[in-house]
């Protein structure tokens, strides 16, 4: 089971820390990714830290603006968020991934086994 939260409402340029606590698996084996799906727009994928070192992944739409972290005693998953702008508007899911992160590479259109119910996050003045 993985359970999204810390969405909200927030001002252009502000910045929100996602949650995504896993249950059921361990962050030793599974990797961790982030999509977010937006009215009327494809699912993007967004980011993923890997099972076998930690890595992060991002795609170029997010690289140097999010970050992607986990906490293997809390097996938790973060993915803060900076900068946020209105196209950033959109629920954001966690999903279960390959050690080498490859559904990121396929936005979670297939590969995930898992994802959770996602989280609300609206960029808006």
């Known amino acids: 089971q993985l359970v999204e939260s810390g969405g909200g409402l927030v001002q252009p340029g502000a910045s929100l820390n996602l949650s995504c606590v896993v249950s059921g698996f361990t962050l030793e084996y599974w990797s961790i990714g982030w999509f977010r799906q937006a009215p009327v727009k494809e699912r993007e994928g967004l980011s993923c830290v890997s099972a076998r070192d930690g890595f992060g992944f991002y795609a170029d739409s997010v690289k140097g603006r999010f970050t992607i972290s986990r906490d293997m005693a809390r097996n938790t998953v973060h993915l803060l968020m900076n900068n946020l702008k209105a196209e950033d508007t959109a629920v954001y899911h966690c999903?279960?991934?390959?050690?080498?992160?490859?559904?990121?590479?396929?936005?979670?259109?297939?590969?995930?086994?898992?994802w959770g119910q996602g989280t609300q996050v609206t960029v808006s003045t």
């Open positions: 999903a279960s991934d390959s050690p080498e992160c490859s559904a990121l590479k396929k936005d979670y259109n297939e590969g995930a086994d898992y």
